[in-house]
């Protein structure tokens, strides 16, 4: 079969999940078996988090629709991603914002960040922006954003992430350690902060300053 018509299975299998057309048509778009090791090609659309190398993942599609939902993404958005692994993850908000819109990715491994980097201008995304740095500290330099996502999980949320956020911005980060929740942190307009748990997940340990 092709690797279309399995993205075509794999993202239908996604609807049971409460996402939203605008979303699973943006995965429609991002072609998955661009952001695996060779090897792993043919595991693409199988709906599983992969290994990309150096003890980390690629996150299972379900989970990156979920994120991308509860992170409301519009058109014209600047987005910070703290951990780019792939790529993946990036080229599908870079599909949600569009060319008026922005995707800054941040990963602490070097070959990761080159790997993520090398994928995406392979798919062909010009609106994404790949950093190797700590991005438990965030991206000061492009401070403040629409929407903050972070794909690996840390002790407690980032002072530089909250501080980082526009007004009536959203996070969505995991928080914990063994025991991991996704945690939505909305600014409102005025910069108060609220939390809200969305439920249990398994990531990778957010490794920095403000991480483990
Ligand atoms: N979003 C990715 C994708 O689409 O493939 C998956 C990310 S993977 C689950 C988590 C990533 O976070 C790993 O690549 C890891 O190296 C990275 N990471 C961990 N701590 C980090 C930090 N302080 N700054 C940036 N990246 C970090």
């Given at each position: 079969m092709e690797f279309e018509?399995?993205?075509?299975?794999?993202?239908?299998?996604?609807k049971v999940n409460g996402i939203s057309d605008r979303v699973l048509d943006a995965m429609m778009r991002v072609p998955r078996h661009f952001f695996v090791p060779e090897e792993l090609?043919?595991?693409?659309?199988?709906?599983?988090?992969?290994?990309?190398?150096?003890?980390q993942t690629i996150s299972a599609p379900h989970m990156v629709a979920i994120m991308c939902?509860?992170?409301?993404?519009?058109?014209?958005?600047?987005?910070?991603?703290?951990?780019?692994?792939?790529?993946?993850?990036?080229?599908?908000?870079?599909e949600l914002v569009g060319d008026k819109g922005h995707i800054y990715t941040v990963e602490r491994i070097p070959e990761l960040?080159?790997?993520?980097?090398?994928?995406?201008?392979?798919?062909?995304?010009?609106n994404v922006t790949v950093i190797q740095?700590?991005?438990?500290?965030?991206?000061?330099?492009?401070?403040?954003?629409?929407?903050?996502?972070?794909?690996s999980a840390a002790p407690e949320v980032p002072r530089p992430l909250i501080e980082?956020?526009?007004?009536?911005?959203?996070?969505?980060?995991?928080v914990g350690?063994?025991?991991q929740q996704l945690v939505v942190v909305k600014k409102d307009i005025e910069g108060s902060i609220s939390y809200k748990v969305w439920g249990g997940v398994i990531f990778v340990p957010l490794i920095g300053k403000y991480g483990y």
């Amino acid at each position: 079969m092709e690797f279309e018509e399995r993205r075509k299975i794999l993202i239908d299998s996604l609807k049971v999940n409460g996402i939203s057309d605008r979303v699973l048509d943006a995965m429609m778009r991002v072609p998955r078996h661009f952001f695996v090791p060779e090897e792993l090609q043919d595991s693409a659309y199988i709906d599983l988090p992969l290994p990309i190398g150096y003890d980390q993942t690629i996150s299972a599609p379900h989970m990156v629709a979920i994120m991308c939902e509860l992170l409301d993404i519009s058109s014209g958005m600047k987005i910070l991603e703290v951990g780019s692994g792939s790529g993946y993850n990036a080229a599908v908000m870079a599909e949600l914002v569009g060319d008026k819109g922005h995707i800054y990715t941040v990963e602490r491994i070097p070959e990761l960040a080159y790997f993520a980097e090398k994928n995406i201008k392979r798919a062909g995304y010009k609106n994404v922006t790949v950093i190797q740095d700590d991005g438990s500290c965030g991206l000061a330099e492009h401070e403040p954003y629409d929407r903050i996502s972070v794909t690996s999980a840390a002790p407690e949320v980032p002072r530089p992430l909250i501080e980082q956020l526009a007004t009536e911005g959203i996070m969505a980060i995991p928080v914990g350690n063994g025991e991991q929740q996704l945690v939505v942190v909305k600014k409102d307009i005025e910069g108060s902060i609220s939390y809200k748990v969305w439920g249990g997940v398994i990531f990778v340990p957010l490794i920095g300053k403000y991480g483990y």
